[in-house]
């Protein structure tokens, strides 16, 4: 740290401890995004698949009747 004003000391203190903390949850943090974005696209991929066989079903149906 810095060896000038005790009051920079103290606010160096805090961003330096924000940094490592940064730093050394960075590779995971990235994982876990990786991981929710895939979770999100396999979601939207699944309603949509299964939207069009509601459709199709419900089409059904619907020509069933008169």
């Known amino acids: 740290m810095s060896q000038?004003?005790?009051k920079s000391d103290l606010c160096a203190a805090p961003l330096l401890t924000a940094r490592r903390l940064l730093v050394a949850d960075g590779g995971a943090a990235a994982i876990e995004y990786?991981?929710?974005a895939f979770i999100?696209?396999?979601?939207?991929?699944g309603v949509t698949e299964l939207g069009g066989g509601v459709q199709a079903l419900y089409l059904k149906v619907v020509a069933a009747f008169p």
């Not at 999100?40 to 991929?45: D, K, M, Q, R, S």
């Open 4 to 6: 000038g004003h005790p």
């Open 34 to 36: 990786a991981l929710l």
């Open 40 to 45: 999100a696209i396999a979601i939207v991929a």
